[in-house]
């Protein structure tokens, strides 16, 4: 027979633990109550560390599942860079932010920073290791700190980059939350109509035995399915959702999709407002690092997300290496950068104030960015009202239409 190790209460409500041998937990509780003692818990003697260790095996996949997000970034960037201008050196500063760090998946990774900075490593190679965590961005951004001195400046504008980033980003999906809200509360209750009203109006309309038009028909027939293969259905739709996911994962779905933001209309003013924002701005923070311009424009193609101002930038690049100017190579994509940028830019080459006509031209875009976010639910609005009002036309025309004949022919 087992033994547990107990815990248990007298009537006065004294605990006491202790260990006994018995077949089950109830015959453990049927002794002690002849003690006048209330089982509270009990543990069968060795199971214990099993239970211990599969906790630690759970803990541990948790937390190489928990994401590292752009704030997680920013907050070391930052810290590591107030650190180091205070004195410390940078196997101290990595050793607090990884003791200092809540997410444990970004606190084990900063604590392998400091194991290969402790090596000889350089912090960039080290950041190099994580692709996933740190983008090219962030590696040439600390690598041209490093090999100039000025790592504190470098982490600072970093900081920075990535704030005004995350912002840009929590602006557009602030506005697209609205619309995507709303659409999955119709997509909802279109199936809960077909599922529980549409049957009723079958059985009325199969008693009147009349004829019924071909959308009525295909109402019916879309709820029969529905009803009758619901978990089917739910199946149907999540490995659409997924398949739809991995089509734009390709080459060809990715690239109908960028070619659909820049042309639909609404999304396409937004879109090259976002991209050109994100460009002036992150291309900015490197020139100023010191960052060479043809490497910056190599490290911004990868962060812009669209592959038609990827493909401009690379161009731009392979452009400036035969002694061409920024401005005119980007002036070669007219439908990506408005005259306002080609004419920014140029003036920046001009004057060698490049760098800070590009915060500008960041500035303004954002700016822009945030008014254009601000009024795309009132934009988006009218059109969801019409995709909302056609679809509920569709189905009460056609379940009222059978009645209405009817009614008429007599």
């Not at 009002?389 to 004949?405: C, D, E, K, R, T």
């Amino acid at each position: 027979m087992p033994t547990f190790f107990y815990n248990a209460k007298s009537k006065t409500g004294e605990e006491k633990s202790g260990t006994y041998e018995a077949g089950n937990k109830a015959d453990l509780a049927h002794y002690l109550r002849q003690q006048n003692l209330f089982l509270i818990s009990a543990n069968i003697l060795g199971q214990e560390p099993q239970k211990k260790h599969i906790k630690i095996i759970l803990s541990d996949i948790i937390d190489k599942l928990q994401p590292v997000s752009l704030v997680d970034k920013m907050l070391f960037t930052r810290h590591l860079s107030v650190m180091i201008k205070a004195g410390l050196s940078l196997n101290q500063a990595l050793e607090v932010l990884s003791q200092q760090t809540k997410n444990k998946k970004f606190s084990k990774i900063i604590d392998n920073l400091n194991k290969g900075v402790q090596k000889g490593t350089m912090l960039s190679d080290a950041l190099a290791n994580y692709p996933k965590i740190f983008s090219n961005l962030f590696v040439s951004m600390v690598r041209v700190g490093e090999s100039g001195g000025k790592l504190e400046e470098s982490l600072k504008l970093l900081a920075s980059q990535i704030e005004k980033d995350h912002r840009l980003i929590s602006k557009v999906k602030g506005a697209m939350a609205y619309p995507l809200v709303i659409v999955v509360a119709m997509f909802g209750i279109g199936v809960l109509m077909m599922i529980t009203v549409v049957p009723s109006l079958v059985k009325t309309f199969q008693e009147l035995k009349i004829d019924l038009p071909i959308t009525t028909q295909i109402i019916i027939a879309l709820s029969g399915f529905l009803t009758k293969y619901t978990y089917l259905s739910l199946l149907i739709v999540v490995s659409s959702i997924l398949a739809f996911g991995q089509i734009l994962k390709t080459k060809i779905g990715k690239r109908t999709l960028d070619w659909s933001t820049l042309n639909l209309p609404i999304i396409n003013d937004a879109t090259r407002k976002i991209n050109s924002a994100r460009l002036a701005r992150t291309l900015s923070s490197l020139i100023t690092s010191g960052v060479s311009i043809i490497k910056s424009l190599q490290v911004v193609s990868e962060v812009l997300t669209n592959s038609y101002y990827a493909e401009s930038l690379q161009f731009a690049g392979k452009e400036i290496e035969k002694g061409k100017s920024l401005s005119d190579s980007l002036q070669k994509y007219p439908t990506l950068y408005p005259p306002l940028i080609i004419q920014m830019i140029k003036v920046g080459e001009k004057t060698g104030t490049l760098n800070d006509i590009l915060d500008e031209l960041a500035n303004f875009y954002e700016e822009e960015t945030d008014n254009l976010t601000k009024n795309l639910s009132s934009i988006i609005e009218p059109v969801l009202m019409i995709i909302i009002g056609g679809a509920v036309g569709f189905f009460a025309i056609s379940m009222i239409q059978p009645m209405y004949s009817m009614v008429s022919s007599f």
